[in-house]
């Protein structure tokens, strides 16, 4: 179940998700996982593919903690707010 709803985020934001989650993953295991091939995934990330179709997205955020996505989105790092507490 994805954790965000992508059909809010811009496609700079969907962008640092994908980022991220090859970052994590490796560009080896994250195009098996999402169902598409890894030229795509470069495309996506050197911006030959502007548009990022959000089924792609919503299963890429399931590979993403909850505080890892509010970093991205909010760009708040919940570990930072927790300090200041």
């Given amino acids: ?8 985020l811009d496609d700079q934001k969907k962008l640092k998700i994908l980022e991220k989650v090859v970052e994590k993953h490796g560009l080896s295991y994250v195009p098996r996982y999402l169902g598409i091939n890894r030229s795509t995934i470069n495309q996506y990330i050197n911006g030959k593919i502007k548009k990022i179709h959000n089924n792609v ?14 970093d991205i989105i909010y760009g708040v790092k ?4 927790d300090q200041l507490q």
């Fill in 78 to 81: 919940t570990t930072d707010v």
């Fill in 1 to 8: 179940m994805p954790k965000v709803n992508v059909n809010s």
């Fill in 57 to 70: 997205i919503k299963k890429a955020s399931e590979l993403l903690t909850v505080d890892e996505l509010s």
